[in-house]
Nanobody, 115 residues
Framework: QEQLVESGGGLVQPGGSLRLSCTSS????????MAWYHQAPGKQRDLVAS???????NYADSLKGRFTITRDDAGNTVHLQMNNLKAEDTAVYYC?????????WGQGTQVTVSS
């Protein structure tokens, strides 16, 4: 069964850090470009960061310098390190995998930044 499972979300104070992980199963992970998206209540789902199979990364302009995406092909996992978190980072974070016309989404993990 093809599946993406996110973990690592939770409640954190402003200025804190979280590391999200997304582990795949049932796919050849190394073939897929991976990405993280977030969706706040009442808003559209937006790209946070992406990483290609060759390791090229891309970030939303507003998040550059605070978030880092990495991938571990041996572990079939992509990570999102989030530093200096702000209240506006509060959202559900989704993992995304794309290979050719094939796309997968995870179920999402909630990140809440609040004091």
């Amino acid at each position: 069964q093809e599946q993406l499972v996110e973990s690592g979300g939770g409640l954190v104070q402003p200025g804190g850090s979280l590391r999200l992980s997304c582990t795949s199963s049932g796919i050849f992970f190394y073939l897929y470009d991976m990405a993280w998206y977030h969706q706040a209540p009442g808003k559209q789902r937006d790209l946070v960061a992406s990483i290609t199979t060759s390791g090229t990364t891309n970030y939303a302009d507003s998040l550059k310098g605070r978030f880092t995406i990495t991938r571990d092909d041996a572990g079939n996992t992509v990570h999102l390190q989030m530093n200096n978190l702000k209240a506006e980072d509060t959202a559900v974070y989704y993992c995304n995998a794309v290979w050719s016309r094939h796309q997968l989404w995870g179920q999402g993990t909630q990140v809440t930044v609040s004091s």
